[in-house]
Each structure stands twice: as structure tokens, then as C-alpha cells.
T-cell receptor
Framework: AQKITQTQPGMFVQEKEAVTLDCTYD???????LFWYKQPSSGEMIFLIY??????QNATEGRYSLNFQKARKSANLVISASQLGDSAMYFC????????????FGAGTRLTVKP | EAQVTQNPRYLITVTGKKLTVTCSQN?????MSWYRQDPGLGLRQIYY???????DKGDVPEGYKVSRKEKRNFPLILESPSPNQTSLYFC???????????FGPGTRLTVT
């Protein structure tokens, strides 16, 4: 079964607007971590933001915020004030438990920012 | 500069010819992982390591081996590569389980 689901293969957003990239996850472990990564066309993987399952507040990092809805098992990434350089693939990932390094990634969403 | 390095960056090989992709990090990280990235599938974890001499299977370990004899190095070994192992491979490391992973630049492997 898919642990991480990203239902949007591709998204378009106008420059300077906000965009939400969806991510839902499946786990029965109460302890887990959720990650978002960006992969530009150059291929490198860039960490964006992290949310722990016990964190009370939604994580924020600059223009990135994570809309964490635990009951719905969703961890959507919100990018505010989109820039042309935000065009990339975005991956949601989850690590379950605190005694292993087993990471599961979603299939990714390709975001294109239009000028 | 903190980084994860992988070598080679590009490799074309033939079925059955053993190969090793090296991975090294200079951040004294305990946790290291190998992933493969295929279109439409995202990244899938092959193996991971929690510390020296501690390795475990990820999601897709078949056809791969790893070793962790030193903290900084985590080589990926394909004993008998097959065409279905043609992929983009990433090595990653992190200080702790809740910490961000630093990724290497990737190794594009083609097995003919």
C-alpha cells in the first residue's frame, strides 16, 4: 500500500501567487516525521521543511509552510509568493517511528510557475 | 563545505558486470541511505544505515548490497547489474532521524 500519496502530478501557479501541494500519508505509528523536498531540473534534492507528528504548530520556513492536519493524515506544502525559481519537482516523504531510518517518498508534483 | 559526494556521476555498464557507487559525507552523520529515483515512482529507499556496521533493508533492496565500515562512507554495490536497475541513484545522510537529509548529487546508471 502507498504510504505517501501526492495526487497532483503537475501544478501551475502564477508568479507571486500562493500554491498548495497536496500530500497524504498512511501510518499507524504515532511517532513519525514528514518532510518536503524540492528537486529542480539540475537534479539535486533540497530539503525544505519538516513536521514531527507531535509538533503542536505547523512548521514554517520562510515562504514555505506545512499545513499539517493530523486527523486527516495530510501534510500539504504551501508556498507563498511563488517565484520563477520555485519551478521544480516537489516530494513529500515520511519516516515512521524513531528507531529506524526507513523513509518513504511520494511520486512527486511538478510545479511550474508562470511569469 | 558540508557535503555528500557520489562517484561516479554517470555510468553506463553491461549486464552482469559488478559495480560500486561510492558515497561519502564529511559531516560526521550517523544516518545514511541509498535511494533510486524512477519516473512516476518518486524516490524509493534501497538500504539505510544507522551507524557503522549497522545496515538495514529499505523498500527495494533486491539486487543491491551495502557496507558501512566507516562512518563517512556508504558504498552501494551491484554484484550483477540488470537493465531494471537503470535509474538515478541518490545517497543521503543526516545527523539524526528528525533532521534533514543532505543528498548527494546523484548517479545516473544505465545497464544495457
Amino acid at each position: 500500500a502507498q504510504k505517501i500519496t501526492q495526487t497532483q502530478p503537475g501544478m501551475f501557479v502564477q508568479e507571486k501567487e500562493a500554491v498548495t501541494l497536496d500530500c497524504t500519508y498512511d501510518t499507524s505509528d504515532p511517532s513519525y516525521g514528514l518532510f518536503w523536498y524540492k528537486q529542480p531540473s539540475s537534479g539535486e534534492m533540497i530539503f525544505l521543511i519538516y513536521q514531527g507528528s507531535y509538533d503542536q504548530q505547523n512548521a514554517t520556513e520562510g515562504r514555505y509552510s506545512l499545513n499539517f492536519q493530523k486527523a486527516r493524515k495530510s501534510a500539504n506544502l504551501v508556498i507563498s509568493a511563488s517565484q520563477l525559481g520555485d519551478s521544480a519537482m516537489y516530494f513529500c516523504a515520511m519516516r515512521e517511528g524513531w528507531d529506524n531510518n526507513d523513509m518513504r517518498f511520494g511520486a512527486g508534483t511538478r510545479l511550474t510557475v508562470k511569469p | 563545505e558540508a557535503q555528500v559526494t557520489q562517484n561516479p556521476r554517470y555510468l553506463i555498464t553491461v549486464t552482469g558486470k559488478k559495480l560500486t557507487v561510492t558515497c561519502s559525507q564529511n559531516m560526521n552523520h550517523e544516518y545514511m541511505s541509498w535511494y533510486r529515483q524512477d519516473p512516476g515512482l518518486g524516490l524509493r529507499q534501497i538500504y539505510y544505515s544507522m551507524n557503522v556496521e549497522v545496515t538495514d533493508k529499505g523498500d527495494v533492496p533486491e539486487g543491491y548490497k551495502v557496507s558501512r565500515k566507516e562512518k563517512r562512507n556508504f558504498p552501494l554495490i551491484l554484484e550483477s547489474p540488470s537493465p531494471n536497475q537503470t535509474s538515478l541513484y541518490f545517497c543521503a545522510s543526516s545527523l539524526g532521524l528528525a533532521d534533514l537529509q543532505y543528498f548527494g548529487p546523484g548517479t545516473r546508471l544505465t545497464v544495457t
